[in-house]
């Protein structure tokens, strides 16, 4: 079998049923050539890099399939072509790593990072109480505060005094 994606934009001044009927459509078209759908991804609305069609932004979806004919990929991107809710699409052929990728990426292993929640937020980092404080963040805790003794060093030579100048007013 075959592993695909294809990946399209939908107009997003179209309702929300309108949007989803148009990803439904394609979902369908596949299924009805007996492509098998692995995921469907809706990544919702996003701003695009450039403005297509005077719009500055559109509707994402990303749908991952299986086939083992190539015949459908023609018929599809000539229905995406046509369709004028579409506004862009990107076929691709997957390979084991987009395989591997997009498997990984359905299971939570990649993709952002999820930092816990912390009430506090943390100091010195928040721009405005820097600059009511001025350039330097608060210390974290009472220890940080108190200055640390020092580290016993060996005193290092102090350079020798300078001879006190002898008196010029001898002519």
């Not at 596949?30 to 932004?57: C, F, Q």
């Not at 390979?95 to 930092?115: P, Q, S, T, V």
Request: hydrophobic share 35%.
């Amino acid at each position: 079998m075959r592993n695909y994606e294809v990946t399209f934009i939908v107009d997003p001044v179209l309702s929300g049923e309108e949007i989803k009927t148009t990803a439904q459509t394609y979902s369908d078209m596949l299924k009805t050539a007996k492509a098998n759908i692995v995921h469907i991804d809706e990544m919702g609305l996003r701003t695009l890099a450039y403005p297509i069609n005077k719009r500055n932004s559109g509707v994402y979806y990303c749908i991952e399939f299986q086939m083992e004919t190539v015949d459908l990929i023609d018929d599809l991107e000539l229905a995406l072509r046509r369709d004028e809710r579409i506004m862009r699409f990107l076929t691709y052929k997957l390979d084991k790593f987009g395989i591997k990728y997009n498997e990984d990426k359905r299971n939570g292993l990649i993709g952002k990072a999820k930092r816990p929640k912390s009430k506090e937020k943390k100091e010195g980092r928040d721009r405005n109480d820097r600059d009511r404080r001025g350039s330097k963040p608060a210390p974290k805790s009472e220890a940080a505060a108190k200055p640390a003794k020092a580290e016993a060093k060996p005193a290092a030579k102090a350079a020798p005094a300078p001879a006190p100048a002898a008196k010029q007013e001898e002519e």
